[in-house]
Structures are given as C-alpha cells and as structure tokens.
C-alpha cells in the first residue's frame, strides 16, 4: 500500500478512535493521541521523499496527492511543531479540561488536513482539506467555551469569506480550462487567459490565503482566535496553520503573478500590505497587558514580515521569507507554550497580575528568552538570520521606504519582547506565587527542544536552507547554494557577508570569559536576597509593597506613536457588521409569528399577482 | 599560532578601546565641571574609579539573571568592537572585521542593552524597569534616522559592509560626509540619542533613576557596566570615523577624529535640560527623520 494514503487512514482512524476513547480514564486516550500523530510522521519521514505520489479518481474528478520539494518542506515545519506541541498537550498541559476526546479529535485533524493541503496537487483535495482545517481550527477557537461567541463568529466569517473567494477562483479555473490540476493550471492555461481573468484569479486566491496568513486588512479575527484557543493548539495555529496561507500565497507569487504584464504593481501592493501588517501588529502587541494576546498581534507583525519577503519575490527574499516561516514556527511554538506552562501553574497570562517567576520557573524562562532573542532578531540566534536577508533583499532590490518601515516594526518588537520577559519572569517577587512550581517535564521539553532549534539554525542555517533551496528550484528559481548562502555563511546580491561561526564563538568566548570573572571568587562570597532587599529612592519598601512596574510600561512611547494608532480597520468591519444586523433586524419584524399576519402578507402576495399578472406572465 | 597571533590582537584593540574610552569619559567629566564653572576631577580620575569599583567585593545578589546582565553587556561591547575596523590598513587591530556587515553590527549592538535590561529587571527595583522602558522608546526613536542613513549609503555606494564604505572613501579620496552629506547629518542627530548625554539622558536620569541598576550592582559588576560603556562609546566613535570620516590610518589621526566627533554630542548636551521620553522620540522623527529621507532621496538620484 502507497504510504501517503496510509498515513492519512492512520491519522483519520486515530482521531476517531481518540475521539471514541474521550471519555475513558486512565492514559489510554493520550496514548491513542500521541500514537496517531508520531506514527504518521515517523511513517512520513521514514517512507515518504519528494517526489512520491498517489492518485485515484472518485466522484469524476481526478485526485492527485504528490509531495513536492515546496510541501516537504512546509510538512517539516507542520510535522516537527505538530509532534512537539503534541507531546506537550497529552498528559500535562491539556490535564483536568473537559471534554478531551474533542481537542484531541481536532488536534489530529488539523495536522492530518495541513499535511493534505501540502500534498494535494489538484484543487478539489486542496479545497477539501482546506475546509477540514478551518473546521477544526475552529472547533479549537471556541474550545475553551470563554466568552467564545465573538471570537469564534469572527474566525469563521473570515475563513469563509477567504474560501468562498477561493472556491470562486477555483471554479473559473475549471470552468476556463476543464481540469482542477494545480500543474497544469499554473503552467500550461494560466499564460493563455485573458488579462482581466490573470489579475482576478490570483486576487481571489490570495484573498483566500491572506486571511490564513492574517494580512492587514484580513488579520483581525488572528488575536482573538490565537489567544482563545487552548495554548497547546495555538503554537501549532500560529506556528503551523498560518502557514498554510504562505504556503499558498508562495505558489500564486512565484507561479501566477510572474505572468500578469503588471507583475510589478502587484508585487508592491502585497509587500506593503505585509510591512503595514507588520508595523500594526507590532504596535498594537506592545499596547497589551495580556501575554496571549501580546503573542498573538506579534504572530500577525510576524507573519508581516513573511509576506513581505513573498510579495518581493527575488531569490533572496523568498529565502528570507521561507527561513522566516521555519523560524518563526520555532520560536513563535515555543513562547505560546510557555504562556500555556504559565497559565497553568499561575491561572493567569496577565502580566500585571504575576511577577517574578524567573526563580520558581527558570527552565520555561530559558526558553521563553531564547524565543525572545530569536523573535527579537539578535544574533546569534536564528532570527537574525531571517531578518539579515530580509534587509539585504529589500535594500538590494531597491525598497528603500519599505525597509525603513521594517527595521521601525522590528526595533519597536524590542518593546514588547522585554514586556513579555519582564513581565512574566522579573520584578519582584510576591508572596502570592510563592506557590508556584515548574511546570511538568512533558510540557518542558517540547519548549527546550523547540528553543535549541532556533539555536542551532542561527548558526548553521545551511540545514534548513537546503530544502528551503529546493523548494525555490521547484518554482522556477535558480540554485542559490554559493550565492546566497552556505552552511553557515550569508551573503548578499552585492557579495558582503556574514560568517556565523567565528560570531558564535566570539560571542561565547567573551561571555564566558566575563561570566567567570564576575562569579569566580564572588559566587561564594555573595548571598542572595530578595527582591524586597532593595534601595528604591533611599528607602526600603516593605513586605506587603509590590513596587513592580508594569500598568502603562510602554506608556510614553504609545503617546509618541498615538497618531499611527487611531484607526483601526476592526471599527470599519463592525461597523459594517452593526448595520447588517439592524438590516436582519429590520427583516425579522416581518415574522411576528402570529398566524393572521401570515395570512395576511400570503392573501398581500396574492393581490398582487393577480393585479400584475399581465405585466408579470402576460395572461 | 595564527590563532594565538589573533587571540592577542583581539585583547590589544580591547585594551586600547577600554584606556582610550576611559580617558575620554575623564576628558569629559573635565570639559563639563569647567562649563558649570567648578574645578572638576583630573582627566585620569575614571581609572582611579574603576581601580575601586574593581578591588571592592559584593556582598549579595538577586539571582543568576542578574548576574549575567554585565557580562552580556561585555559580550555587546567587546565582540561589536571584534567587527569594526579600527584601523585602515588593519594590522594588528584586524580581528572579524570581513566577518560580518553593518546590518549585523545593529542587531549585535543593541545585544547587550538587552541583557543588562533583563538583568536589571531581576532586581525587582521599579528604578530599573522605568529606565529600560525609556531606554527602549528613545532607541525606537534615534534607530529610525540612523538606519535611513546607513540604508542611503548602502544604495549609494552598493555595498553593505564597512570594509566596502572605507575601500569608496580612499579609491575617491573624499570623506562620506561631504560626497552623502546629509546622511552624515542624519546620522550625527542620530548620535545624540545613542550617547545619552543631555537632552537625551532620560534613560539613568541622574536625578529621579539614579536608584536603578547603578545602586543594585556593586564592586566588580559595576566595574565591568563601567568599562563595556566606555569601550562601546569608543567603539561607536570609530564606527562612526570608519562610515563617515574616511577611517584613520594611525591611532593619533583615529583619536584627533573620534575625539572631535565626541564633542558634539558632549558639548550639545552640557547646555541643554533633558527632554521627556516622548519629547524625545518625537525630536527624533522630525528633522532627524527628514533628513534620513533626504539622504535617501539623494542617493536613489546621485
């Protein structure tokens, strides 16, 4: 049997029989859940390679599934943060939720349908799985059952308007050229269409991956949704499933777009929406007080930065792009589980309610501070990496005013990358948490592991750019080992470069250097005191003072940038929402739900047509 | 051995930036007493300090975050200075300077602020975390301007890498700040906000924050914060030198160069009151900021 089709049948036969065991005690409902998601990856990375395929036909459509070098390596990314968050949320994280049965069910489809929607190369499969993962995904947003009702509404009118467009484009393209392949589409009809239909097709495509991506202005259910949803899922919504859209918007841009006489104009409108988006997010993530939803407007600036890097589309910027992905996945899992290992042992992700756990949680602080350096972009983590060919694209291929608007967003992400740490880890420390313990070693490891992997690729980004290269050569891009990178060495269009490993070593010799010049004979010497044992303005404050800062931290720099802040597009869009309701509202008081004016308005239609029955049938 | 020959010039440019850092931090403690008509502390008084903060001994800490703060921001100052060419010609001050370019170095430079702010954060002293708040606003603010210069020189001359700016400046003979001149005054507004001397020294503000991180750290910890800072101001100096004024070809035409550029943010601030953080950041997105975009302008059509 063709291994494609059975990791599917595995990952549909676990999620129902997870789902079934839901209410069974004991363990055995989490070792379904992590057998059916490790199984179908290890099956994957054991027996599956670029290039396999399978096809069937059914219901008069062919289906082709085929693993090209793009969707391996979008399936790395699904399958290495699907695993980690996977193991995170059995047994620990998810522990004492009701209804687990459910979120496993869900978790299962989701990673199933990603993994389809990389695999499928025609357009009624991509569709399908597409739908599938919206579906779940928004099972998982209304989850938590927490005033869901908004949020939720808000996601799946999105995700709908997004697939209706797609799902219009996709019938103009069978309708045009008979066949639903994606190869054949892009390849051999779309040079053929009309100019109007080679402009609207690839708009109503990305309209479709936009809201997955979150792209200014579809981007406004993503805070909601992200920070509703359980924190073991939303590593994987924001690391993952986000992806999906860059994953299709990559395809569009490099394939589509390359052909529209005015490639140009639509390259620049959908890069400035990426910089705008990024701008925004980072804005409004630094106005947060509450960790999930600071971490969920710095996945949509982040996401920004991606299409940037997309809409672009010189060899360069694809790799940034396509390394910022990766990247992102990384790091962006490893903080929402953070927030997900302190909002269990805390109950609350609000950084003004919970300080100073950095000595009650140091490894989850580990590695929310390497998150926090790659998120930040400083070197030597993996960040830097991304960001680096992000500036040297945009410079190089003359985006002068956007990348001024980048390096703004990425500086302003220092902001709210300290927030977070602050918030959570430093201050003082208070009574009230004295409680609190590290969270369990599942829930961990995943983040540790997660966290050295940015580690690793800020050093030796070769490992990733290698599939990354692949994938570019399957769009039609040249080969870009040598030119633009090597195992660990960058250079740019104008061949400047950075060589990673004499910073790494620099970096660790100095700090190593300074770490035992300050300890060596102060270790023993010092004794630890609490963070009350302080001199604040000449005095001592006492036991039950909290003097940690943290209401209006970034308060002088929002009133700097206030003008910038003003408009917000979500006004517009309930705007609009309020009016559709006083329309309905206005519609419903025709149902009185008395049976006289029923029969009234009946005998109303009546009159009617009998008064217009010449003009109407010409009786 | 090459190793071993490299190993020694690194700690020589670190010994060089950290006496000539230290020098100009007395030269200006001088300068400012001599303003304010006082007599003021001998040039070398720095030394006499750093000597004390060295021998004393710390009695308690706050944690393990703490203690990594100061050397983080050793790690921002020493390997930053590991990439900027100190020389023209190279030599013995040579170290990584074709390692790495000038967008590198940004993102290196602000390595150490970051550390030392999670540092001081773990004191648990309010003092601190409103400093780093302040510090990381005004760093939005004075980043902006200092980027579209060095963007407009980067389109300008077609390169990114320091090295490739000093190379355009001895092939043409002119400093970049007479061939891009209003990137250099982007840049030099840029520098007021970078060295923190008044209006912009919002960030230790001497007289509300002085309670910050300065009075949580003692002895050795202090001694190192002292000398990363002097080591940075010099580091920042010969940047500056190396984009704009043609670099230096011997340690006396570098010192004459950085001494002379030290002095407009030094002078500017001795007669000035500070500003508010806001104020501060909206300084920085005015003519700043209009000058950036002039410099870009100028080189998209030169």
Redesign the interface.
Known sequence: MNTIILIFIIFLAGAILTFLAGNIKGLLKEVLFLASIIVPVVMFFAGVKAGDSFDFHMAGFAFQWEITPLSYLFALIVTGLGVMAAIYAAVSAMQGTKSLGLFYFNFILSIMSMLGILFSRDLVSFFIFWEIMTWSSYLMVVYQGKDVQKVGIKYFIFSAVGAYSMLMAIVMVYSLTGSMMIDKMVQEAYPGFAFNMQVIIPILFLIGFGVKSAMMPLHVWAPGAYSHSPMAFTSVFSGALSKMGIYGMVIVMASMVAYVPEEHWFRIVIAWLGGITAVGGTLWAIAQDDAKKLLAYSSVAQLGYIIVGVGIGTPLAMLAALFMAVMHALFKGTLFMAVGAIEKQTGTSNFTEVT?L??KMPWT?LAS?MGI?AL????PLGG?IG??ML??SL?GS?H??L??VI??SS??A??Y??KF??GF?????EKEWEHVKEAPALMVVPMIILAAGTFLLGTFPGLIMKPISAGLEQLGYGATQGKYWEMSMLF?E?G????LQ??LY??IA??VF??V???L??RK??????????????EVPKEHEN????QN??Q??L??VEPLMKRQIDWYYNGFGKGMEALFDFTRRFYTGNGQTYALYAIIFVVILLLLKTSLFGI | MELFLNILGAIATVILAFVVGMTYGGIVRKITARVQNRKGPPWYQNFIDAYKLYSKSTAIHHGWMQQMGPAFLMVSSVVTLMFVPVLNNGGWFENLTFKGDLIFLLYLMVFGSLGMALGAGQTGNPNSAIGVTRGLSQMVGYEIPWVMALVALMIQYKTTSITGLMEVQQESGTWLMFSSPFAFIAAVLAMLGMFRYSPFDIVGAPTELASGPVSENGGKYLFTMMSSGSIFAFVKLTLYVDIFMGGASNLVVLVVKTFTLYMIPVLYGIVSPRYRTEQSIRFFWGWPLFFGLLAIVYAVIF
């Open positions: 100073g950095i000595r602080f501070l350096i930040a972009g400083i070197p830097f960001k680096w500036y040297e410079i003359d002068y005013l990348v001024i390096f703004f500086t302003a220092f902001l990358s300290y740490l602050f880890f430093l201050g003082q420390e740019n104008w400047d470069q950075v060589v004499p910073i620099a970096i100095v700090f300074f770490l010049f300050l300890l004979k102060n010497n010092t004794r630890y005191v609490s963070t009350k044992d302080i001199s604040s303005s000449g003097l940690t800062f943290i931290f970034f002088p720099f009133r700097a």
